[in-house]
């Protein structure tokens, strides 16, 4: 028995007009799969698959959290994820992807197998920005990056900024330095457009 065999689903063999199936997707999943975007994770999938008069309607609920570095201390995070997705299965002479929710299978296999779609459904749930909630924050990663910041004089750091996000603390030792006026002639450039 393959590592995913449990994820094909025989709509060929299908006799109720609908099915429904169960999946917990949880590290061992995420390592076999073997793509870099998630490698550990929990994430429940129920799918709902129709038999329709031409094609299959596979209506995936995808309800978890996946593993994934911060965007500012680099530590890993558990990251939420929901997503609603459908997918059409037709019969076809050979696989094709016919769209992007629109899949062609061998009608005389008559099985998909939905392992990669499930995983590709949980990537595409992931936010661009994940980060950890204010105060969570690596603290020793974050007084490096600290030490790094540069505001302009009279602005305050961006709210979505990590420091502020993090716990709003100036770091003393850049205060009351002057900003470098090449920054504010290149600034200059962004406020005319």
Not at 70 to 85: A, F, K, N, W
Request: overall charge negative.
């Amino acid at each position: 028995m393959g590592k995913f065999d449990k994820y094909r689903i025989d709509l060929k063999a299908m006799q109720a007009t609908t099915c429904k199936y169960d999946f917990l997707l949880d590290n061992l999943f995420f390592t076999d799969i073997d793509a870099p975007e998630v490698q550990k994770g929990k994430v429940n999938v129920s799918l709902t698959v129709k038999k329709m008069s031409h094609s299959f309607e596979l209506d995936f609920q995808t309800e978890g959290y996946v593993v994934v570095p911060c965007d500012r201390c680099l530590d890993d995070m558990e990251q939420p994820v929901t997503s609603s997705d459908k997918l059409f299965v037709k019969f076809g002479p050979d696989y094709a992807e016919e769209g992007d929710n629109l899949v062609a299978i061998p009608e005389d296999d008559g099985t998909i197998n939905v392992a990669w779609f499930m995983y590709e459904f949980i990537a595409l749930a992931i936010p661009m920005k994940h980060v950890h909630a204010p105060g969570k924050c690596n603290k020793t990663m974050s007084s490096e990056l600290r030490k790094h910041l540069r505001v302009a004089e009279g602005e305050e750091a961006d709210g979505d900024d990590f420091l502020a996000a993090d716990d709003g603390m100036e770091n003393a030792e850049d205060a009351g330095k002057p900003i470098d006026p090449r920054w504010n002639e290149l600034k200059k450039i962004l406020d005319n457009n």
